[in-house]
């Protein structure tokens, strides 16, 4: 994998919401090589819901001209900004779903960079001044030295990827909700992040237990490390009284029966929303919260601490994603089985452009 | 003030929900002392919020055959059960909005026994058994020793009362979310419980800003210790943007600008409802809590060790509730009162009957 020649990257664009599927080869420039920046040579990028969202303008038009999806990026450092210590030519990297932050602000400096007010995102974004940043379903992405993460050696190329943004985005409010050896976790939905939530709570020490609204992933769920499986039908709560430290909701649905679900958090404990249900939440009553001394919140992605630690975590617990492999051409595809909810439980594009 | 007469109490009973503001002055027999109860003759007694809702069957049917409300209560002890150690007779003591737990639970055991899932309330509360509690609008009142706080010798009995469940109400959710010198904190809503929100915040030494419909109580607001006042009028998040290391919502309105309380909320930070709005709350998404990563939760009165604490700093910081006294025989005035939003800030009852 070797640099790119007159900065010039190619990858699967999609140039019209109305046509998300139609994925075509396209060469364009990338963004300046800042002295703070990388420039990684793409290998591998996992597909995430945000690809689908965004490319089919379910998320609001887009900033940039076209889109190049993809921000679960593991690849080869070819360049580096004349500032950049941490990686060196030729280093094996990931990159998520955040190239870029302000470095300034009270966020950048006190490990919530992933909310700093003025981030760049992993595509569809633009770097202050205006330069368009596109995705990884292509040759080469830029991103900020923060932004970029050495892989371990133990951890292959293709199951670090979907770590990146899926991994990350569960492992985040895990950790940032004391999760550790002996935590009650339960995770509601078995999707792509749902099955990151059971590996990364079994990891970190935690007994973790599957909401889902049928059995149909019991054995998958009970396979990848949970303790137990409940079904939500009615009266499900009755046997989990404040049995769990921490939910992560996996689920997008806006239909969840929360208040059943907030019953079985213990006291003072959190609720947290990773997926996003495009509807608001609905019935939520502060009585419902107020038994327990709950609360439900959300998250967003995680910060290089984190992300260096769940990368630490997967190569010594040897965590192993459940995903499936197709070359980068098939992304339609691989967003086509997002839309279907067909995936299991990640999808990761091999790179054929190079 | 003298203990009960053949286990006699005489209060100020409302006989049927439909003319809650007819009290009459009742006769009933007190639950048993056992050995780890205590006998207060009160002294005098707030008036709460939920004494209106229950009284007017606004929270559903009554557990008990009539109801002496009255949780914020002052007096002298007269009477302990064997067990009792730490109060002996004629310590002035209160008790809030709970007299009694099961006392094995691991919540119980572990500083939150006001999350006990069998706690008996204030009033309109059976004890295991069926013995019926009863009130502070009375001559008498029991309560487990858990319950019963020495009052220290700083703070008037009237001073105190409404500290014991008005005060407690948001002491609680201030210290459980880390409240300390130069926290920023914001109060929703200048009542009865957002007034204390504010002196103990100042207390604390937090730098306190109240948020309110108008500017109708801003004067209030600043005289009490607050560092600044916004009414809420489109817009008004723009200059507080991740601002507060908590907010504590006492208003009970549904229709509160949620999404834009939020975001003055600082990441990984707390909205906590202690109003409790009848209707459910609306427009919430996750979408609105992922920006900063922040949680709306909510909180159920507090714990003995921060009734003691709340008590001592009240003593220390010399905290002044904004208090209005009446007789006990008016307490349909004093209802009538919170029922029109009327009150500044609380109104203590005190005793007539004896």
Tied chains: 1, 2.
Excluded at 58 to 81: L, Q, Y
Excluded at 129 to 140: I, K, L, R, V
Aim: charged share 20%.
């Amino acid at each position: 994998m070797a640099a790119p020649t007159n900065n010039m990257a190619r990858g699967y664009a999609v140039t019209d919401p109305k046509n998300y599927l139609d994925f075509q080869v396209k060469e364009y420039e990338l963004e300046p090589l800042a002295d703070d920046r990388i420039t990684v040579a793409v290998e591998c990028c996992g597909v995430c819901g945000s690809d689908h969202h965004t490319i089919s303008g379910g998320w609001g038009p887009w900033e940039t001209k076209f889109v190049v999806t993809g921000h679960e990026v593991v690849g080869k450092v070819v360049e580096i900004g004349k500032d950049v210590t941490s990686v060196k030519v030729g280093d094996r990297v990931g990159v998520g779903a955040q190239v870029g932050s302000c470095g300034d602000c009270k966020w950048c400096k006190n490990d919530n960079e992933n909310y700093c007010p003025t981030p760049v995102h992993g595509y569809n974004t633009l770097w202050p001044g205006g330069a368009e940043h596109q995705g990884g379903y292509s040759t080469h992405i830029r991103a900020q030295e923060l932004f970029v993460f050495p892989i371990p050696d133990a951890v292959p190329s293709v199951e670090a990827a979907s770590m990146l943004c899926g991994g990350l985005t569960v492992f985040s409010p895990l950790v940032r909700n004391g999760v550790k050896k002996g935590s009650k976790v339960g995770v509601v939905g078995l999707g792509g992040l749902g099955h990151y939530a059971v590996l990364f709570g079994v990891a970190l020490g935690a007994e973790v237990t599957v909401f889902s609204r049928s059995d149909a992933k019991k054995a998958d769920a009970l396979k990848m490390g949970a303790k137990a499986f409940v079904a939500t039908d009615p009266g499900f709560e009755k046997g989990h009284f404040r049995e769990f430290d921490v939910i992560i909701c996996c689920a997008s649905s806006s239909s969840l029966p929360i208040d059943e679900l907030l019953t079985c958090l213990d006291v003072g404990c959190k609720f947290v929303f990773v997926g996003m249900p495009e509807e608001g939440i609905k019935n939520i009553t502060s009585q419902s919260m107020a038994g327990s001394g709950v609360a439900l919140g959300s998250s967003h992605i995680g910060c290089r601490t984190e992300a260096l630690r769940m990368l630490e975590i997967a190569a010594e617990q040897k965590v192993k994603p459940w995903i499936e492999l197709m070359p980068m051409k098939d992304a339609a595809k691989a967003i086509q089985a997002v839309e279907d909810g067909s995936v299991r439980y990640r999808t990761i594009l091999t790179q054929d452009l190079v």
